[in-house]
């Protein structure tokens, strides 16, 4: 089973901030990482696959990069939105999909 | 609009069963694979299982194998999941999860429903 690490657990920004949150794989995934943002009481939204490529209707503030086991997710300029917890994914190989255990982005 | 409603959570005893439900509209439910991805109060997403466009490949979890079974009605564009021998450590927000790539192997999801709460207690 490939396992997904976070850091930090959380992570205290102002509005307006740049944000930076790490996601280390086990072993080698590829680019095979998608992330998440989760907001309180809702279902995850996927921000990005293939570890770079925004998904349909994600602001261009959000950027992710990385490959083979250390992946980033940049949100370039917080929004009140984007305070929420933030899991990645890896899908290289299943089963088991795994997850990280989520960073939160608090102010 | 692509729409997932799921259904069926509820509270139940340890070592009883449930069936989780989820209606699918929106999109060609026939042609992606479908998964449920849970998560506890407060705590993280975990991956239970998954199952391809014609039901051809299906995958658990090691927490779940030999207990839950998922399964896929094309005709109903409904997703299942049969829960027995259901343990405290179940109690979580079950999700139904759209797959892409559509017709791929390496699944992410770009469409969650709104989840059910399943709550196993005594």
């Known amino acids: 089973e490939i396992v997904m690490t976070q850091s930090p657990a959380t992570l205290s920004v102002s509005p307006g901030e740049r944000a930076t949150l790490s996601c280390r794989a086990s072993q080698s995934i590829s680019n095979n990482l998608a992330w998440y943002r989760q907001k309180p009481g809702q279902a995850p939204r996927l921000l990005i696959y293939?570890?770079?490529t925004r998904a349909i209707g994600i602001p261009a503030r959000f950027s992710g990069s990385g490959s083979g086991t250390e992946f980033t997710l940049t949100i370039s300029s917080l929004q009140s939105e984007d305070f929420a917890v933030y899991y990645c994914q890896q899908y290289n190989d299943w089963p088991p999909l795994t997850f990280g255990g989520g960073t939160k982005v608090e102010i | 609009e692509v729409q997932l409603v799921e259904s069926g959570g509820g509270l139940v005893q340890p070592g009883r069963s449930l069936r989780l439900s989820c209606a699918a509209s929106g999109f060609l439910f026939d042609d992606y694979a479908m998964h449920w991805v849970r998560q506890a109060p407060g705590k993280g997403l975990e991956w239970v299982s998954g199952?391809?466009?014609?039901?051809?490949?299906?995958g658990y979890a090691n927490s779940v194998k030999g207990r839950f079974t998922i399964s896929k009605d094309n005709a109903k564009k409904s997703l299942y999941l049969h829960m027995n021998s259901l343990r405290a450590e179940d109690t979580a927000f079950y999700y139904c999860?759209?797959?892409?790539?559509?017709?791929?192997?390496?699944?992410?999801?770009?469409?969650w429903g709104q989840g059910t709460l399943v709550t196993v207690a005594s």
């Open positions: 293939g570890a770079s």
């Open positions: 199952i391809t466009w014609n039901s051809g490949i299906i």
């Open positions: 999860a759209k797959a892409l790539p559509r017709g791929g192997s390496k699944y992410y999801f770009d469409h």
